[in-house]
């Protein structure tokens, strides 16, 4: 299943680059299947379908169902319609979706619709009361200081001031890199059913 470009741009998408490496192969596996499964298939599905991204009982699993012709994918975030059938040759198929398919196990469910307040009453008055006597603070003794940061074992994290834009840019360019792999393994795909 791949988003279209203006799926990406639209409104309510979560910023992706957040996303942790293991995340974002986690959302690519998301939007493919194990299995051949043409339009026709999945219009007459009443299961919900495992993904690649699947890894145990109803973990990143969607469900479909139908208007007229078309087929709608629920993720349990937000529903994404087939838009179009880009290549359907047995083993691939290949649609566009017009919606990012969003896993509640990376993005949890979405926000169902809340019941109405209730009316509220204003408290009734209660007579004052006498305040309480304070508390001896407990004898407990003070916990031990931290160990000083160079004294941690190697390989453990540190908190340096430039960790989080390292990890911005390293996040940013695998986004660059993992579309680039889904091109390249959708290309691959397609070029060996057409020789």
Known sequence: FAPSDEAFKAEGVPDLTKLTQAEVVSLLEYHALAEYKPKGSLKTNKDSISTLATNGAGKYDLTTSTSGDEVILHTGVGPSRLADTVVDETPVVIFTVDKVLLPTELFGKSPS?????????????????????AEAPSPVAASPPAPPVDDSPEGAPSDSPTSSEDSKAKNAAFHVNASALFTALVTLAATSLLF
Not at 113 to 133: C, F, G, L, Y
């Open 113 to 133: 619709p809340s019941p109405a307040p209730e009316p509220v009453s204003a408290p009734t008055p209660s007579p004052a009361k006498s305040p309480s006597p």
